[in-house]
């Protein structure tokens, strides 16, 4: 299918350019970076306990893990125990088993730690900023080199072409995030030891009333719950990248485009610190782009805020922009 | 010559932030005709090429290439046309190869083999395997033209086509051309500035002002008349006279320089009545006719508006 | 040619990936939205608290205790497992011959806080209002992690800290007085269990917090302070447990014999 053929150009078309080898260059010198970091924070951390506690506290774990898991078995037992936070409590205690029957010190780093904990950083401005390098490029590239006049002149709709770089832009959102992970996976190993897959990670937090609610806390394995990560990772990438992509079409420049989606991600880290208040910050694209924290439990719950509430509205920005990209495109006058 | 029109251009109007810049454009041309596009620095040229290759859509009018309309059936009406649209911008990234690899890959029926005799036919057999980036402005207007006539267009616009062509290879062009249309058939269409190479290479020619075609030639037509310039004392009486025996309109030049077009009429029977007359004949010469001479009587005075 | 090759293996793991994840995306949504059936929460145990038994109403041979707090309250670190539950009922048997019946509402890592809300759920206020005896063992929790941090810190934190347990302290009182009008409240002083290391601004905290609890629980009219720390200050080794930080089992069962000294004419007189 003649569709096939055009997703195949706009993919050579993006190796020939480098773009995606650079942006695989970021991502392995950024992790590095990270990796190193964590390792000396680490180093660190251990060195401070020893001398404050003045025992080897580090390794000494185990007694104080034993002992949490006696208390808080005690308190479950408690009739007095809150009902809320039993579930809490339960799976903490699963966890400080798990670490006991597997010797793992709850200190250490774990390349499946690392990597979840990494993308969790990204997710809102890091891995954004990759997707730009990606999307803005697509169609203003084209605009300021004069291709788009050979590009188009064919016997081919404006929208089916257009359509190729969004698919071409989807395959290199995927590809994007599955070289994050492997390559967090791979040199947090070198550092920490490639294992850690299997050990419980707490999700299950909801948000009831705009509360918080660990009710029905539970463990999932550690791969798991980096798979969630990174989906989640994959969703930002695609709303991030439709978005790009209109701006791109919008402005026909790739610096004013990666210019102006780079300063709506920043300002978006100001307004929802200054302006939770404003019914309007809720919808904005770029306030709900951490959707991992509602995995993780760690989030601020702005009214009405929640896992669903975040995909809809990222969702709706993706959707509003794909079809003012296409309206845009397919009516626009090629006068450059 | 068949009869179906190859391309038509129908009342064309643009209207581009108020200003009207295309106004009525009419035009038919036909199979095997290599037509010439004419006129000073925005006239209108190239957004009616643009108009016609579906990249600016017509404010009033209609595009029919091959009997499809190009605002209602696209796709038909583009597989018959291949172009350049001012310099011809290509991946620089890539291999002209590769370029014209892409391209192929649109259009099915544009076969391997194809491609290789396109390049040939350009001449850059050798340099095809390199990045566009390394080409001359030569080459790439070479590659451009190869990527215009792959899919064997029945329509091929070429907007300032030798550009960049050094005088060989400007031949070696206008030789292509002319068995593109005449071996196989293309209408082409050549918008330029290099007036001698219009006059060298095309069949009809139409001189746009200021989004208006103005007139429509033969380039035939021109260059078979002879244009003749006489100094005389009185060059209203000659003038008088040229009419009324031979019915020919001729023009006061400078004070005592006339001129006329000539086609058949017999320059000696001419003199010898001048001076009959009595009027001093000082001077008389034979003037090949060319179209700049036409261009620039026509567009005289031009400001660029 | 490579790229075209590389097309072809992008291809094939970018739809392999975009299945996965998409996997991995219902995933996540289902983990935080849906209404998760859950694991069937664990029986409620008939509660056993250690060392002691529990009818259901109080006669007129007996009387009650109703023990709150921390894990001291709980008894924790006592090697024999008996803590308050059993040595204060022990040691109220010199000055009556009556029952004692003991409750222990004890949790470990408690806070002030933590204490009222527990208090708020309502679920105690019948063992409340049948007491006759509240020990309250609280703040230890609160003030543990202000110690070891370094002087600057160490005023301002204190300063919080103390607020909101004062605060959490005379909220706690009054939902102790509403249920129970007459019960004596017994409150449990602080004491430094790494007197070892300590320093005298420290001891200065200490005797601050003391101090003022001290002080909330007098405002009380029928509430005791019982002091701990001097009884421990010079005994850390002998009263105090392994994990250095709880009484041992010499330890409660030298401040229940404080305890009930101080109470025992009210004890006698029931």
């Known amino acids: ?25 970021i991502l392995i010198v950024l992790i590095s970076v990270f990796a190193y970091g964590q390792n000396q924070t680490l180093i660190r951390t251990k060195a401070q306990l020893s001398q404050r506690l003045g025992i080897t506290a ?12 006696i208390d808080m078995k005690n308190r479950l037992d408690s009739p007095y125990m809150d009902q809320k936070s039993q579930a809490s409590t339960r799976v903490r205690m699963e966890q400080l088993q798990y670490n006991l029957d597997n010797n793992i010190n709850p200190l250490e780093q774990s390349a499946a730690k690392f990597t979840t904990k990494f993308m969790e950083q990204s997710i809102f401005l890091f891995l954004p900023l990759l997707i730009i390098m990606l999307a ?3 169609v203003s590239g084209e605009s300021s080199s004069g291709t788009i006049k050979l590009l188009l002149v064919r016997n081919v709709p404006r929208w089916k072409i257009l359509l190729s770089k969004y698919l071409t832009l989807i395959i290199l959102e995927v590809m994007v995030v599955i070289f994050a992970f492997v390559l967090s996976a791979l040199i947090s190993g070198f550092f920490f030891g490639f294992g850690g897959w299997l050990a419980p990670v707490a999700t299950g937090f909801k948000v009831l009333a705009g509360k918080l609610d660990s009710s029905s806390v539970l463990n999932v394995p550690q791969w798991q719950y980096s798979l969630m990560v990174y989906s989640l990772a994959f969703f930002v990438s695609f709303v991030v990248g439709s978005i790009s992509l209109m701006i791109s079409i919008l402005v026909k420049s790739t610096a004013a485009s990666i210019g102006i989606i780079m300063s709506t991600l920043v300002a978006g880290n100001f307004i929802s610190y200054f302006l939770s208040d404003w019914k309007i910050t809720r919808y904005m694209f770029m306030v709900n782009l951490r959707l991992t924290d509602y995995l993780s439990g760690s989030f601020q719950p702005i009214e009405g805020m929640n896992m669903i509430f975040s995909i809809t509205v990222l969702l709706g920005w993706a959707i509003a922009a794909v079809v003012i990209s296409f309206v845009y495109f397919t009516k626009q006058d090629i006068l450059a | 010559m068949s009869n179906t029109a190859v391309l038509e251009l129908t009342d064309l109007w643009k209207t581009i932030k108020g200003k009207e810049i295309v106004k009525g454009v009419n035009l038919t041309l036909y199979p095997s005709q290599i037509f010439g596009f004419l006129g000073p620095n925005g006239a209108g040229k190239t957004t009616t090429i643009r108009m016609i290759v579906g990249l600016i859509k017509p404010t009033k009018g209609s595009v029919t290439i091959c009997g499809h309309s190009v605002a209602h059936d696209f796709v038909k009406a583009l597989s018959n046309v291949g172009c350049i649209i001012e310099s011809p911008d290509m991946y620089k990234y890539l291999t002209g190869m590769e370029n014209l690899l892409q391209f192929a890959a649109m259009d099915k029926t544009i076969s391997q083999q194809r491609i290789k005799d396109v390049v040939e036919m350009v001449g850059l057999q050798h340099r095809v395997n390199d990045k566009v980036s390394t080409y001359s402005l030569g080459m790439r207007q070479r590659l451009g033209i190869a990527q215009a006539i792959m899919s064997k267009p029945k329509l091929l616009i070429l907007d300032e086509p030798t550009n960049g062509l050094d005088p060989a290879g400007m031949t070696e062009f206008r030789n292509l051309i002319r068995k593109l249309a005449y071996e196989e058939g293309m209408t082409v269409f050549v918008s330029s500035h290099l007036l001698l190479e219009i006059q060298q290479m095309c069949d009809v020619v139409s001189i746009i002002k200021q989004g208006s075609v103005i007139k429509t030639i033969n380039v035939q037509d021109i260059l078979h008349d002879d244009r003749i310039e006489w100094q005389v ?15 020919i309109e001729a023009v006061q030049l400078k004070k005592n320089t006339i001129s006329a077009n000539l086609s058949q009429n017999p320059l000696d029977k001419i003199n010898e009545l001048f001076i009959r007359e009595g009027i001093a004949l000082t001077y008389c010469s034979t003037k090949q006719n060319t179209l700049e001479d036409l261009f620039l009587d026509l567009t005289e005075g031009d400001e660029i508006v | 040619m490579i790229k075209k090759s590389m097309w072809y293996s992008i291809l094939t793991i970018a739809s392999v990936g975009f299945i996965v994840l998409a996997m991995g995306f219902y995933q996540a949504i289902m983990v935080t939205t849906a209404v998760n059936p859950q694991p069937p929460a664990k029986a409620p145990l008939t509660p056993v608290p250690v060392g002691s038994t529990k009818l259901s109403s109080k006669t007129a041979n007996s009387f009650q205790l109703l023990i709150l707090g921390d894990s001291i309250a709980k008894g924790t670190g006592d090697e024999k497992g008996q803590g308050f539950s059993s040595y204060l009922p022990e040691s109220f048997k010199n000055d009556t011959s009556k029952e004692i019946l003991v409750n222990n509402a004890g949790i470990d890592g408690l806070e002030s806080l933590g204490l009222l809300e527990q208090l708020q759920t309502k679920r105690l206020d019948k063992t409340i209002s049948d007491a006759d005896f509240i020990l309250v063992s609280i703040g230890g929790n609160d003030v543990k992690s202000i110690l070891s941090l370094n002087d600057l810190a160490k005023e301002d934190q204190f300063k919080l800290r103390q607020d909101s347990y004062l605060a959490n302290l005379k909220q706690t009182l009054k939902v102790l007085r509403t249920a129970n009008p007459n019960a004596i ?7 430094n269990p790494y ?3 300590s320093n005298v601004e420290n001891t200065r905290l200490l005797n601050t917090w003391n ?20 009884l421990l200050k010079f005994n850390i080794g002998r009263y105090i447990a392994k994990d250095g930080l709880h009484p041992n089992s010499a330890g409660y069962q030298a401040l229940s014999n404080r305890i009930s000294k101080s109470i025992e004419t009210i004890v006698t007189g029931l």
């Open chain 1, 1 to 25: 299918m003649k569709l096939f053929s055009l997703i195949e150009n706009e993919v050579i078309k993006m190796i020939a350019k480098k773009r995606l080898m650079f942006v695989l260059a």
């Open chain 2, 233 to 247: 004392d009185d060059p209203e009486n000659a003038i008088a006279l040229l009419k009324k025996h031979w019915n």
């Open chain 3, 195 to 197: 007197e070892i290391v």
């Open chain 1, 58 to 69: 580090t390794n000494d774990w185990r007694k104080l893990a034993g002992q949490q898991l």
């Open chain 3, 185 to 191: 409240v017994i409150f449990l002083g602080l004491y």
């Open chain 3, 211 to 230: 101090y003022n609890t001290q002080q909330l629980v007098e405002e009380d009219g029928k509430g005791i302070f019982i002091p701990t720390h001097d």
């Open chain 1, 136 to 138: 803005a490029d697509m």
